[in-house]
């Protein structure tokens, strides 16, 4: 098992900025990629950005230049960045881990990020 435990979110305005943070504890083998999801009322959950192990990252186009994800492989811990937030990226953001060695996923229990216009 894998334990996810997030912390981060709330309430900016429009054109703020938030950090979500997400340390990861259990079963964890070195090999994984660690990343954040996000779900809108009435949408599916969608993949915002990842990262691996060994640094590579991917982003939603939507948040390309605005977000970065990062990692501190010591610590087991993904942050994402949030910078010049838009009222659409209000959501309900999930950390995902993924470990490569069996594929399995695992998820936080979510943080709401609301940005007013």
């Known amino acids: 098992q894998v334990q996810l435990v997030e912390s981060g979110g709330g309430l900016v305005q429009a054109g703020g900025s938030l950090r979500l943070s997400c340390a990861a504890s259990g079963n964890i083998f070195s090999i994984n990629a660690m990343g954040w999801y996000r779900q809108a009322p009435g949408r599916q959950r969608e993949l915002v950005a990842f990262i691996t192990s060994g640094g590579r990252t991917n982003y939603l186009d939507s948040v390309k230049g605005r977000f970065t994800i990062s990692r501190d492989n010591a610590k087991n811990t993904v942050y994402l960045q949030m910078n010049s937030l838009k009222p659409e990226d209000t959501a309900v953001y999930y950390c995902?881990?993924?470990?490569?060695?069996?594929?399995?996923?695992?998820w936080g229990q979510g943080t709401q990020v609301t940005v007013s216009s």
């Open positions: 995902n881990f993924e470990r490569f060695s069996d594929s399995k996923h695992y």
